[in-house]
């Protein structure tokens, strides 16, 4: 399979491609949660809208990266990402904080901060 052109707007599909994993990378520089320090090679490509349950599509604009650890949390303990104007934003399960204050997820690429 040859990759998009454009990284940012690869067609829907399970897997982003390695030039949207390069995107990425730059752009998030590692895995976003919280103080989570992990490199961009320990982590991997989360879509936040479900790729088959939302028809969610491979933009680089609806991908995050989270290392394993926090992609697993995520899917499996109720914890939501919510992306506005590109920021990106964590939502605690209602178990955790039954507020579900948002917890902004800023990027940790010093370049971009």
Request: proline content about 12%; aromatic content about 4%; charged content about 20%.
């Amino acid at each position: 399979m040859t990759p998009p052109a454009n990284p940012s707007t690869s067609a829907a599909k399970n897997a982003s491609s390695p030039p949207h994993n390069v995107a990425l990378a730059a752009r998030d520089g590692g895995c976003r949660w919280g103080d989570c320090d992990k490199p961009p090679t320990l982590t991997e490509a989360h879509h936040i809208q479900h790729w088959a349950r939302d028809h969610g599509s491979t933009d680089l604009r609806l991908g995050i990266l989270l290392c394993n650890p926090h992609h697993r949390l995520l899917h499996t303990r109720g914890w939501q990402i919510l992306e506005h104007q590109d920021q990106y934003w964590l939502r605690p399960p209602a178990t955790i904080d039954p507020g579900q204050t948002l917890i902004e997820m800023p990027s940790k690429n010093p370049a971009t901060q």
